[in-house]
């Protein structure tokens, strides 16, 4: 697949295309050296459907709750329309935790989205890379502008669990 640019959209101080931006990470080439670029590089994949590197950048004890299903389902069935970075703390080199807040668009079913959320990172075992941990609502903000999902659709933060096992728990 050649994309002129990336689907995370970033800039510096040009557009990047998605092989010299996300394209190494998600094919396995090369670890992404920050929690940012794995939140970027994680969000490409949604786009071009990489659900092996959604679920392997997944902190292995969370990886149960994951379902194939559900994460390839919401990949291939959205339009991804690109990522903001609202916020970083942290999950630089040489850093072992970072969050990352952050703002998916993507269009569903006829419906232009947006998921906001704050997603928490770690740096370490089992292979010394970056794995997602965890993502819930930023505080006082809206995390989804547009349709609800419904209780058994795929969580919008991207975690592959259903919604109401995710961030429709605490709803």
């Not at 959209?9 to 396995?28: D, F, L, M, N, W």
């Not at 999950?91 to 998921?115: L, N, W, Y």
Request: proline share 6%; glycine share 10%; hydrophobic share 30%.
């Amino acid at each position: 697949m050649t994309l002129q640019t990336c689907p995370c959209r970033k800039t510096a101080p040009a557009p990047i295309s998605y092989a010299e931006c996300c394209q190494p990470y998600v094919e396995g080439k090369a670890k992404a050296p920050t929690a940012e670029a794995l939140m970027r590089a994680r969000y490409s994949a949604f786009a071009v459907g990489a659900i092996d590197y959604l679920i392997s950048t997944v902190a292995p004890e969370a990886r149960n709750d994951m379902e194939r299903g559900a994460l390839e389902s919401w990949s291939r069935e959205s339009d991804w329309l690109g990522l903001d970075i609202v916020d970083t703390i942290d999950g630089q080199q040489g850093d072992t935790t970072g969050v990352v807040e952050f703002i998916a668009h993507f269009a569903r079913k006829g419906s232009r989205e947006e998921h906001h959320e704050r997603s928490t990172f770690r740096f370490g075992e089992p292979d010394d890379s970056w794995y997602f941990v965890d993502g819930g609502k930023p505080r006082g903000k809206t995390v989804v502008k547009g349709a609800q999902p419904g209780r058994n659709d795929p969580c919008t933060c991207g975690s592959g669990k259903k919604y109401k096992k995710c961030c429709g728990a605490a709803a």
